[in-house]
């Protein structure tokens, strides 16, 4: 019983937030975020069924991924949204935490790491 | 012996240089077994984008630790007012002993990008000036995030840094043949890159960027305000009782992984956020950190903060040592990595123990 509470508490503690503000026209403004086959879209994504948009489609192929070349290891996962054509886009939480998101040209947007992670897996010990 | 699964890529063709080595989670068979030593009030996690500065993050996070504590303030909350701008904090990432006066921040070099990229040396200077610009002054969240319309589609393909990089190569370029065609092209491009980036600079300040020798120099100039040196747009950090720690002292006798373990969780224990200078993220960990691929040589030198440490089991009683990381990948990142608790060994065995591999700060 004490277990199970403690995995609830912890589960709400880092749940992914449903909604996320980005800097647009010198104010922030909102963005909804959907979840949909592992992945945090925009909501834009989920309006149709099946799913459609450019964010979702990078999902589905992985590129090569360039190389950092600064001399330190850089941001892997908004180094591959520039390998996917996107651009990089900083969110932000009610709770002021940041997340990366990848912004394609359709306006869609897709976690950078969600979308690194489909093509490059953690490691993981089991 | 030791199941580590190594996810490899699943598509062919893709290198395995884009798996990023050192961050091993734990799968859910896995429990923490008893206490654990955590860090209160540390700030929220902030991401670098693509621009190579995760020492000035890193530093940023230990300084703001120490902010909230002086002041007593809920560090999950700062403004921008009263956090560091971590774009003038990565000037500081230079060898104190190149400075003529250590104490006047204006001594030090005005870049970002130097090669010398340890978060240790930027808490070092940050004691001898014992200030830094506004986080306000400079955001650099907003820089990142400036977009013209989210719904609309990019015209301009060019991504932001290379925008900058491009700009600043042509504009040396024309110079060389025309010096009124290069001013002309310094303020143009300037004015596009100061609407397009949200940059607090001036036109003044754009001409002055174009002029820096390097493109480092230029960075800096374009994207932090001269006025962020004025007292009012500085945070002052007071150093009289504090000190650096730094371990290891020395370089020749290479502790391992059992000393570092214990000298972490001393500093943990006394609720101290540890810089971690730099660790290897590519398959093969060496001193230089650096590996040759069939696109070049590609770099995986990276700097973090610790902020917790804890025993993980599993049914069968097989354990290992945890530690929370605190990056500067963003909150996904946590997110996607159990909060930043990795385990320690695999990532503690590629800072290669060097000379001040952990730095804090502590009273004196």
Redesign the interface.
Known sequence: MFLKLVIILNSLA?A?PSQLK???D?KY?Q?VIKEHAGL?LSDTCLKKSPVVCEAFSATK??T?????????????????C?DK?G???????E??????YC?F???S?V????LY?K???????? | MK?????L???A???S?????G?????S??RQNGTDLLVKNMP????????????AFSASAILEHAICKDEKLDC??LSNDQRPSVLDLARYATSPTKIKDKTDPNSYPKVI?N?R?FGMDIIINMFNTESVSKESCAPF??I????K??????SD?E??WLQFRNAYDMYKIKSKDCEQCALDYATTTGKDLQVSY?LKTNNLEMLKAFASATYEEFLFRALVPENCGKIGKRIRFFTPDKKIGVWPLEDTKKPNYDVAIVKLKEQLTNDRPVLVNSMC?LERSTPECAQT?S?????????LVITGYRKMCNKSGKC?DAVKVHN??????Q???N?GWV?AKTLLDRTDYAYGTFSWIEPK
């Open positions: 880092y992914y980005v800097w647009k010198d403004v963005v945090h192929v992985a090569k991924p360039s190389l950092a070349k600064t001399g330190t290891a850089g941001h892997p996962a908004s180094r591959y520039h054509n651009s990089v886009r900083i969110l932000i939480s709770d002021n935490k940041q997340y990366d912004l040209k359709d306006g947007m976690d950078s790491w969600d992670y093509h490059f897996p953690k490691q993981e010990i089991k | 199941s580590l699964v190594i996810a890529g699943i598509f063709g893709i290198e240089s884009a798996q990023i080595y961050f091993n989670t734990f799968d068979s896995y929220p996690v902030r991401t670098q984008d693509t621009l190579g500065v995760c020492y999950r909350n990008g090669r990229t969240d907003n990142v995030s400036k977009a319309s989210l719904e609309e589609q990019r393909e991504k932001m949200n993220t691929t696109n070049g040589l590609e770099s995986g030198g990276h700097g290992y500067s990948w963003g909150q996904a990142w997110d996607a990595n909060d385990e």
